[in-house]
């Protein structure tokens, strides 16, 4: 299976824990987007990589959100402290793309985080 | 700024029937439209998109879209949907890297 794949599919996690979600793109796609989406909801966008470089991310949710993508392959997000308005999906996406160009995202399965 | 209203929570279609889903967006240059959709457990996949040329547009699956710039309407369009169509479907716009994405519409097939 050459899609984008995300790890682990579902996490359920008490109040105040860390969590961290992995996310590997499509291998030749050099672009990596996160999004977050909550029931009944369309996607949010969080934050984009362009290979290692973190090109956006001032749409993080908060200074506990935080994503590295360490050799430009794949990508982590980190949860902090979590709380349960953290409680949602998890999506990843990756494209090819270059300057302000638009390709098509493919997008993960997801990770569903639960916070009791 | 950048938005894509989807006006319908639900629909229900007889199997069959055709379909239309309405998205209507705000966006200050020529948008790059998309439909995609969610069904339990899958990921989201991609029907069609607009980004240039002829404004009806052809998907997957028996799909089409027809981009209005005058109305702002990018609606989804199916002339006989099927049991297996049923899922949550979404409009998203590109505001350049990321997509914009209306709430979605839940599309319920009644047998």
């Known amino acids: 299976d050459t899609g984008v794949s995300q790890d682990p599919r579902h996490k359920i996690t008490k109040r105040g824990q860390n969590v961290t979600f992995r996310c590997d793109p499509i291998s030749e796609h050099n672009r990596l987007y996160w999004y977050r989406q909550t029931l009944g909801q369309g996607p949010e966008f969080l934050t984009y990589?362009?290979?290692?470089?973190?090109?956006?991310k001032s749409r993080l949710l908060s200074d506990r959100f935080s994503a590295e993508r360490p050799k430009g392959s794949f990508s982590t997000l980190e949860i902090q402290r979590t709380e349960q308005g953290d409680s949602a999906m998890y999506l990843c996406?990756?494209?090819?793309?270059?300057?302000?160009?638009?390709?098509?995202?493919?997008f993960g399965p997801g990770t569903r985080l639960t916070v009791l | 700024a950048q938005s894509v209203t989807q006006p319908d929570i639900h629909i229900t279609v007889s199997e069959g029937a055709s379909l239309e889903l309405r998205c209507n967006y705000s966006?200050?240059?020529?948008?790059?439209l998309f439909w995609y959709v969610q069904s339990p457990g899958q990921g989201l996949q991609l029907l069609l998109k607009?980004?240039?040329?002829d404004t009806l547009v052809q998907g997957i699956k028996g799909f089409e879209a027809e981009f209005k710039r005058s109305q702002s309407s990018f609606n989804l369009r199916k002339p006989s949907v099927h049991w297996s169509d049923a899922a949550e479907y979404f409009c998203?716009?590109?505001?350049?890297?990321?997509?914009?994405w209306g709430a979605g519409t839940k599309l319920i097939i009644k047998p």
């Open positions: 998203a716009v590109s505001g350049n890297y990321q997509l914009i």
């Open positions: 966006y200050g240059a020529t948008p790059y």
């Open positions: 996406a990756s494209s090819t793309g270059a300057g302000i160009s638009y390709n098509e995202q493919f």
């Open positions: 990589f362009q290979n290692e470089a973190q090109l956006e």
């Open positions: 607009y980004f240039s040329g």
